[in-house]
């Protein structure tokens, strides 16, 4: 029943920004979250909104994932854009209802904001559907990297990250093994008051972390059997290799941020 | 239960992974849509509480990177902020207090000095730092007055309902799991496996 959720939102297609290093795209939704709210006016906003509109068509990801990525964010652009059409008494009267005078420029208001809420979760999205979780893991060390000499475990912490998307699935698996397990004693976990049900809930979480225990007990096992020793001098399977294409990527996202600067009101 | 370097790493990872998982389980809260209870505080308790202080740091920094790479995460990256800011703000109190008094009478002043903590130290934070950033990012100007009313009927009793709901789960599973994730108590097995080795060495 557990194994049927999804697990990540990686989506494997072929494109152009699957193919690129998780480092450059990590370099530019940096850039992007900034550039963002560079946009001011209509101008500025249609150029941020076509380079959203590329992006998307540029990665080949169906639209429903857009889609279910807005969803939770959904009612907070609605909110926005109700606040600021109500609210905001600049330019001319469109219409009135309920003894409140729509302005137009409200309704511009809301549409900009709506469209600067959209824009930065679709370029969010768009990272973690074009690359995979253990790609932007070592990204992440790549980055990290220079804090080592502040105290900073980078390779640890790169390395306790992919044990976890390792394990997500596997935590998954188990817990539903558990649930059987434990609807075959004759646990309920659907029925009775919050206390009784809470108490059903002792009887799947405990034998959850024991058996997770003794799961990282076996895996450490094993690591120092192997002669793992920390990241010095460690080699890797998935070499990143920054391309041509990353620095390409680069610059088309340096130019949208110059197209912005000059476009925008001052 | 062993305890050493590599151990305590994959833990942390196995510990962050179900804390992340357990964050996709969650009830909102009324009224305030935003906000939401959820239980993936109990493996960032027990980090804590069974190794150290930073353990608890790290399950909770792995949770928040797992819930933004895995879930929607990334296009709330001021929650995922504050909701990172309001494990650490409840787990360190509460490990710090146990470690001094190390019972049980210890461990609920800890959770309940924790929740104050938290909900007081988070009803400041959004006051002066997440409350702002939003009303920057909607570009709509809060007032002073909207403010404190947000502050301090919707964050503040949430977090209070948030750290008791966490402390009344988390003391019977405490209670419970503590003895048998002491020394010796999980590695059994493998002693006994590679007991048996060694009598089948012998004959």
Request: charged share 15%; aromatic share 14%.
């Amino acid at each position: 029943m557990l194994q049927n959720i999804v697990i990540g939102q990686y989506v494997p297609v072929t494109s152009p920004l699957h193919r690129l290093d998780s480092r450059s795209k990590l370099i530019s939704l940096l850039a992007l979250a900034v550039i963002v709210f560079l946009a001011n006016e209509f101008w500025s906003y249609l150029a941020l909104l076509a380079t959203v509109v590329l992006f998307v068509a540029l990665s080949r990801v169906p639209l429903r994932f857009f889609v279910k990525g807005l969803f939770p964010v959904f009612i907070l652009i609605v909110f926005t854009f109700l606040l600021h059409a109500f609210f905001t008494n600049e330019g001319y009267v469109l219409f009135s209802i309920l003894g409140f005078s729509i302005y137009s420029g409200g309704i511009e208001q809301g549409v900009f904001i709506a469209i600067r809420i959209g824009s930065l979760v679709i370029l969010a999205s768009l990272l973690t559907l074009t690359t995979k979780p253990i790609d932007l893991t070592d990204g992440f060390e790549f980055f990290l990297r220079p804090f080592k000499r502040f105290g900073l475990p980078a390779h640890e912490m790169a390395l306790m990250m992919s044990i976890s998307i390792r394990l997500i699935p596997t935590l998954l698996l188990e817990a539903d093994r558990i649930m059987k397990a434990q609807a075959a004693r004759g646990a309920d976990f659907t029925k009775g008051t919050m206390k009784t049900r809470l108490e059903t809930m002792t009887a799947f979480i405990i034998p959850l972390f024991v058996r997770s225990f003794k799961r990282a007990e076996d895996m450490a096992t094993a690591m120092d059997a192997r002669g793992y020793r920390g990241g010095e001098g460690r080699t890797k399977l998935r070499v990143l290799q920054w391309r041509l294409q990353d620095t390409i990527a680069c610059i088309v996202v340096g130019g949208v941020g110059v197209v912005l600067a000059i476009l925008r009101d001052f | 239960m062993r305890n050493t370097k590599t151990f305590r790493m994959v833990i942390y990872a196995v510990l962050g992974a179900m804390a992340a998982a357990l964050m996709f389980i969650s009830i909102p809260y009324p009224v305030f849509s935003f906000l939401s209870i959820d239980f993936s505080e109990l493996p960032v308790l027990f980090a804590a509480l069974l190794f150290s202080p930073i353990a608890g740091i790290a399950v909770a920094g792995i949770k928040i990177l797992l819930y933004t790479l895995f879930a929607t995460g990334a296009g709330d990256p001021i929650g995922m902020v504050s909701n990172f800011m309001a494990s650490i703000l409840f787990v360190l109190p509460v490990a710090y207090v146990y470690r001094h008094f190390q019972t049980i009478k210890g461990l609920i002043a800890g959770l309940g000095i924790a929740t104050v903590f938290m909900a007081v130290t988070m009803a400041l934070l959004n006051y002066l730092i997440f409350l702002p950033a939003y009303s920057w990012l909607i570009g709509w100007e809060l007032s002073g007055q909207a403010l404190w009313y947000t502050t301090l009927v919707g964050i503040l009793p949430f977090n209070i309902v948030k750290g008791v709901f966490i402390s009344l789960l988390f003391v019977p599973l405490f209670l419970k799991l503590y003895p048998l994730l002491q020394p010796g108590s999980l590695g059994t097995d493998f002693q006994r496996r590679s007991a048996n080795h060694l009598k089948m060495k012998q004959n």
